[in-house]
């Protein structure tokens, strides 16, 4: 389970993180308070300020790191079932893990939707809008269309039920860079079998790791990247990590230039 957290080492802001969190630094979205850029109801009112964010996350802008490189190394291995994310940055898919070991939790931008017609669009189409600054519109009806982002309550992907079987299938779970917060993703956290060791790579303790923790639990933390370093090394794929890194650097900046 991934959230914002381990894409802060690429540059993209968290959440709720106090100070540096998109929801202390709302300023430049000139919203009336932060779940507002999530919220349908604002959405259809001014659709501006979600696009602004949307402008800075579209998939491009920024690369993948050391935390997202670990969990692709997990799938060339064999050994990752799911990736259960609650990121829209699309960083898991930039870092090579194919889309059916992947639940997008709240989303992507990789698929767009008339808001009218209800259309499916390749969130590409809309590049040059959004770039622009421009609310995308549908060619077939104007309705405007909105990136397959999950707004505050709108119905979670159908992928995310994968969860029903996937959960207790596991025999590890690893919950890395989230406040575990938001319902209904923070509760998978307690889905997998008590037998499960579950290991939090995180800033803080937080869900059940704080408030109900199974004696089986483990708590790394500190900076996710120190993290995730920390784990390779017991786990001796510094190496396997490092040529996998310097290999997908080299694909980004081919595809760059
Ligand atoms: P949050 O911002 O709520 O939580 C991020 C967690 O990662 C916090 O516990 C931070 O302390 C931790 N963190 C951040 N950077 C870190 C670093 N470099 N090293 C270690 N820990 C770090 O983000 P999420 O839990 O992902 O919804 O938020 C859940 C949802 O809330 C998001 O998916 C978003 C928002 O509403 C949508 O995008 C639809």
């Known amino acids: 389970m991934a959230g ?12 709720r993180s106090p100070g540096s969190g998109l929801y202390s630094n709302l300023q430049q979205y000139d919203i009336p308070y932060p779940e507002a850029i999530f919220e349908l109801m604002y959405f259809f009112a001014n659709p501006k300020p979600f696009f602004t964010l949307a402008k800075e996350l579209y998939p491009g802008n920024y690369r993948p790191n050391y935390a997202h490189y670990f969990l ?37 931008f990789a698929t767009a939707t008339c808001t009218v017609c ?66 209904p993703f923070a509760s998978l956290a307690g889905a997998v079998r008590s037998s499960v060791p579950r290991v939090l ?24 990247v ?11 794929w510094k190496e396997e990590m490092e040529t996998l890194m310097q290999k997908e650097k080299e694909k980004l900046d081919a595809k760059d230039s």
Not at 226 to 236: A, R, W
């Open 72 to 108: 692709r190394l997990l799938h060339d291995k064999g050994l990752l079932l799911r990736l259960y994310t609650q990121n829209i940055d699309g960083l898991e898919r930039a870092a090579g893990i194919p889309p059916d070991r992947l639940v997008e939790a709240h989303g992507t």
């Open 226 to 236: 120190g993290g995730v370093e920390t784990l390779v090394e017991l786990l001796d």
């Open 4 to 15: 914002a957290g381990i894409s802060t080492p690429s540059g993209i802001p968290d959440f």
């Open 118 to 183: 209800r259309r499916k669009f390749p969130g590409e189409d809309f590049r040059g809008d959004v770039m622009a600054d421009k609310v995308p519109h549908c060619r077939a009806c104007t309705g405007v269309v909105k990136p397959d982002i999950v707004f505050f309550g709108e119905e979670l992907p159908q992928r995310f039920f994968l969860h029903l079987t996937d959960f207790p299938m596991a025999d590890l779970l690893f919950v890395i860079g989230t406040s575990l917060e938001v319902e």
């Open 201 to 224: 790579i995180n800033r803080d303790l937080v869900g059940p790791f704080a408030w109900r923790q199974r004696h089986n639990d483990v708590a790394q933390l500190g900076d996710v």
